[in-house]
Structure formats: structure tokens, C-alpha cells
T-cell receptor
Framework: GAVVSQHPSWVICKSGTSVKIECRSLDFQATTMFWYRQFPKQSLMLMATSNEGSKATYEQGVEKDKFLINHASLTLSTLTVTSAHPEDSSFYIC??????????????FGPGTRLTVL | AQTVTQSQPEMSVQEAETVTLSCTYDTSESDYYLFWYKQPPSRQMILVIRQEAYKQQNATENRFSVNFQKAAKSFSLKISDSQLGDAAMYFCAYRRPNTGNQFYFGTGTSLTVIP
């Protein structure tokens, strides 16, 4: 239980294009979803927190216009990297928190998406 | 913002032996949650164990246990009978309750298990 999926698992795009990453909670409704960025051999850096039907809350230093987050339903959040550049290449991880009593009160993580911008 | 410190960037342990990973955190809160997550080479984050600050009893999950010292703001993870599959990055995380459930992660400890 408490499975979170991400799609795609990896993507290569040209500089200047936009890329959308989907995060879905498969067997529960997510109260909140989170987006992280992870550089090689480093920790997870929280980018933003999103709640269904409301605007995402971005962490300091994260560009809202560059990293667009849409949380359309209780099971789906999307991260769109707009006008991607090589410095946006990274590993992006989403997670979901639920109050479903079947599961522990914690964040459940997706498998991540590796973005490479040429 | 809360800070979480993992002072051991790398650790190694012989298979079947015991290893302890350290974590300290800084907070002025009295009620919070602490977690250990494992990230194997697949990079999938996996919950290892969690501890509520109001509970004095240390959490245990099979071969994994914690030593939670609230006054010292320390939260170490002990892995007993280490197995090859335990090799991974381990992240300590802090979460305040009722604040949107954001996690603050430590910098991680890379654990190598020697056969």
C-alpha cells in the first residue's frame, strides 16, 4: 500500500523546451504533495508544497514561474519545468502525505524522475 | 528553519555486524516527529523507522532501532545483523506536526556493507 508513482522515470529534452512530470498516489488520497530536487550524492531539497485545489507554496529561492506546480486532484500533482536549461538537469522526487488511517502518518515517495537538459 | 545534521558522510560495516548512524537536530519545539529513510541505488526513498517526540520509548523495527535522546536532540539509528541489502544512503528527517508536514532532511550517510 501507499504507492506513489512518477512519470516519466527519465526524460531528455532540448534547452528551451518545457517538461512535465506527473506524480500520482495510486491507492490513497494525498492531503499534500511535495516536490524535491536532488543533486548527485546530496540530500533532498524541498522545492514546493502543494495542496489540492490551491496554489503551491514554494521554498525560498525556487522560481515559481520556472517550476509550475498544478495539484488538480487528490491523487495527482504535476511539475512543469518551463524553458529548461542544462542547470535544471537533476533528479526530481515527489512525495505524498495522507491522513488515511490505513497508512502511517508520513510522506510516501515516488521513484523519482531524472531530467537531462541538453 | 530546522536543521538536521548527519556528521558521518560515509560509514562501513561488516556483514552481520552492527552499525550506528548518528543524527542531531535543532528545534525549539517540544512536539515533533523524526524519521530515518533509506535510499538504495534505485533512488527510491524507503521509510525505515519513525519516532514521535512525545514517546519516551525508542522505536524498533526488526533489525532497526533508534536511540532517541530528546534533551540532547539526538536520534541515532542502529542496524543490527547488517545485510548486503542494507547498503544505501540513509537520511534522517525532522517534521513538525500541523505545519503542512514538511520534512527537513539531513545531508545523508552512505552505508557500505562489506561481505
Amino acid at each position: 500500500g501507499a504507492v506513489v508513482s512518477q512519470h516519466p522515470s527519465w526524460v531528455i529534452c532540448k534547452s528551451g523546451t518545457s517538461v512535465k512530470i506527473e506524480c500520482r498516489s495510486l491507492d490513497f488520497q494525498a492531503t499534500t504533495m511535495f516536490w524535491y530536487r536532488q543533486f548527485p550524492k546530496q540530500s533532498l531539497m524541498l522545492m514546493a508544497t502543494s495542496n489540492e485545489g490551491s496554489k503551491a507554496t514554494y521554498e525560498q529561492g525556487v522560481e515559481k514561474d520556472k517550476f509550475l506546480i498544478n495539484h488538480a486532484s487528490l491523487t495527482l500533482s504535476t511539475l512543469t519545468v518551463t524553458s529548461a536549461h542544462p542547470e535544471d538537469s537533476s533528479f526530481y522526487i515527489c512525495s505524498a502525505h495522507t491522513r488515511d488511517p490505513r497508512f502511517e502518518d508520513t510522506q510516501y515517495f515516488g521513484p523519482g524522475t531524472r531530467l537531462t537538459v541538453l | 528553519a530546522q536543521t538536521v545534521t548527519q556528521s558521518q558522510p560515509e560509514m562501513s560495516v561488516q556483514e552481520a555486524e552492527t552499525v550506528t548512524l548518528s543524527c542531531t537536530y535543532d528545534t525549539s519545539e517540544s512536539d515533533y516527529y523524526l524519521f530515518w529513510y533509506k535510499q538504495p541505488p534505485s533512488r527510491q526513498m524507503i521509510l525505515v523507522i519513525r519516532q514521535e517526540a512525545y514517546k519516551q520509548q525508542n522505536a524498533t523495527e526488526n533489525r532497526f532501532s533508534v536511540n532517541f535522546q530528546k534533551a540532547a536532540k539526538s536520534f541515532s539509528l542502529k542496524i543490527s545483523d547488517s545485510q548486503l541489502g542494507d547498503a544505501a544512503m540513509y537520511f534522517c528527517a525532522y517534521r513538525r506536526p500541523n505545519t503542512g508536514n514538511q520534512f527537513y532532511f539531513g545531508t545523508g550517510t552512505s552505508l557500505t556493507v562489506i561481505p
